[in-house]
């Protein structure tokens, strides 16, 4: 069973973000695209892969509106989160499948039913949609498994973000708060990176991103400020149809954004002294250095002005900031043109 440590941990390191890959209904309701999607997380290198288990029956009314008409093939929005639903030993069998490939299974529960059902099936950790960070009883219900939740605020005010944080606690849960704005796709001037750090000063708990962007820079950006918890919208294609497509980022570019989150991450944990630094590349500063140099055959006795001397490659002779030293000092004896000049040559 995961614990708070194993938030944005996991075996990867202290430092170690966890990365969720969302599908919610980019499946469209076929169980083998959803299987499908399992690998194609796992091969992109995310720890996580995340659903959404809608039971129509339980959390809407016949009569629910559309947010947006996007689907020809559903009459009305309750007959489209029917055609989303899978049964339970159908999501056993996503969960089989998250295990064997080594992702974290979770889903979204958005009914009292659809807790029970998932508690059956096992997921590692609650992962609560905006829409239900309002629905204590809901969240008592999750928080009473003591697996950690994971609450994303797309649109939520402090106030109730501060109850679901209290409600869970309470039940001693770990909880972790993404920053979220609810808008697909979400524009720059609205991702809110700042409010990361609100939270986590505020909750004094592990914070992230959750991100509807269709891009993979805010969640770059939110590995620089050391988020522990990531997460978007997947799609095989932008051409796919589906609500979430326009804000969400493909497959490949899932693989990118883990590869960056874990380049960011290193270069983190492994801070630079800038003279260790500079002793360690010796030999390449002796190589694109500059050192004092003869323009032309010098005899011996030549009293050495500008004229004779120049800065050329490579940097293990006289360094180059002591060229006005070497002004007015006399050969020992004749030097060649294009000698790198020593302390030897000079008397």
């Given at each position: 069973?995961p614990?708070?440590?194993?938030?944005?941990?996991?075996?990867l390191?202290?430092?170690?973000?966890?990365?969720?890959?969302?599908?919610?209904?980019?499946?469209?309701?076929?169980?083998?695209?959803?299987?499908?999607?399992?690998?194609?997380?796992?091969?992109?290198?995310?720890?996580?892969?995340?659903?959404?288990?809608?039971?129509?029956?339980?959390?809407?009314?016949?009569?629910?509106?559309?947010r947006?008409?996007?689907?020809?093939?559903?009459?009305?929005?309750?007959?489209?989160?029917?055609?989303?639903?899978f049964?339970?030993?159908?999501?056993?069998g996503?969960?089989?499948?998250?295990?064997?490939?080594?992702?974290?299974?979770?889903?979204?529960?958005?009914?009292?039913?659809?807790?029970?059902?998932?508690?059956?099936?096992?997921?590692?950790?609650?992962?609560?949609?905006?829409?239900?960070?309002?629905?204590?009883?809901?969240?008592?219900?999750?928080?009473?498994?003591?697996?950690?939740?994971?609450?994303?605020?797309?649109?939520?005010?402090?106030?109730?973000?501060?109850?679901?944080?209290?409600?869970?606690?309470?039940?001693?849960?770990?909880?972790?708060?993404?920053?979220?704005?609810?808008?697909?796709?979400?524009?720059?001037?609205?991702?809110?990176?700042?409010?990361?750090?609100?939270?986590?000063n505020?909750?004094?708990?592990?914070?992230?991103?959750?991100?509807?962007?269709?891009?993979?820079?805010?969640?770059?950006?939110?590995?620089?400020?050391?988020?522990?918890?990531?997460?978007?919208?997947?799609?095989?294609?932008?051409?796919?149809?589906?609500?979430?497509?326009?804000?969400?980022?493909t497959?490949?570019?899932?693989?990118?954004?883990?590869?960056?989150?874990?380049?960011?991450?290193t270069?983190?944990?492994?801070?630079?002294?800038?003279?260790?630094?500079?002793?360690?590349?010796?030999?390449?500063r002796?190589?694109?250095?500059?050192?004092?140099?003869?323009?032309?055959?010098?005899?011996?006795?030549?009293?050495l002005?500008?004229?004779?001397?120049?800065?050329?490659?490579?940097?293990?002779?006289?360094?180059?900031?002591?060229?006005?030293?070497?002004?007015?000092?006399?050969?020992?004896?004749?030097?060649?043109?294009?000698?790198?000049?020593?302390?030897?040559?000079?008397?």
């Open positions: 069973m614990t708070s440590s194993d938030i944005g941990r996991l075996s390191g202290d430092d170690a973000c966890l990365i969720i890959a969302e599908v919610a209904q980019a499946h469209d309701g076929s169980l083998g695209t959803a299987h499908a999607y399992i690998d194609a997380i796992a091969k992109a290198g995310a720890n996580a892969v995340k659903f959404q288990t809608h039971i129509a029956s339980a959390e809407s009314t016949p009569g629910e509106p559309w947006v008409k996007f689907s020809p093939q559903d009459e009305t929005r309750y007959e489209y989160w029917q055609r989303m639903e049964t339970e030993s159908q999501w056993q996503l969960k089989q499948h998250a295990d064997e490939v080594g992702l974290w299974f979770l889903s979204s529960p958005f009914s009292s039913e659809a807790v029970e059902l998932l508690t059956r099936v096992g997921v590692s950790v609650w992962k609560v949609a905006s829409g239900e960070v309002g629905n204590l009883p809901m969240l008592r219900q999750m928080a009473q498994t003591q697996l950690p939740c994971i609450l994303s605020t797309g649109m939520n005010p402090i106030e109730e973000i501060d109850a679901a944080v209290k409600t869970v606690r309470q039940h001693a849960a770990e909880v972790a708060v993404l920053q979220c704005t609810t808008a697909y796709p979400c524009p720059p001037e609205k991702i809110g990176l700042n409010v990361m750090e609100q939270l986590r505020r909750y004094e708990c592990p914070v992230g991103l959750s991100d509807h962007s269709g891009t993979i820079y805010p969640s770059l950006a939110a590995a620089t400020l050391q988020a522990n918890v990531l997460e978007v919208h997947v799609t095989f294609s932008r051409e796919t149809f589906g609500p979430d497509v326009p804000a969400s980022v497959t490949g570019e899932l693989a990118q954004l883990v590869q960056g989150v874990r380049f960011i991450e270069m983190i944990a492994n801070p630079v002294n800038k003279d260790a630094m500079a002793k360690e590349l010796t030999p390449l002796d190589l694109f250095g500059k050192s004092v140099v003869t323009r032309c055959d010098l005899a011996a006795g030549t009293i002005s500008p004229e004779h001397l120049t800065l050329k490659k490579p940097g293990n002779g006289i360094p180059a900031k002591r060229l006005p030293e070497i002004f007015n000092r006399k050969l020992k004896a004749a030097v060649a043109a294009d000698t790198l000049l020593a302390e030897d040559d000079l008397e």
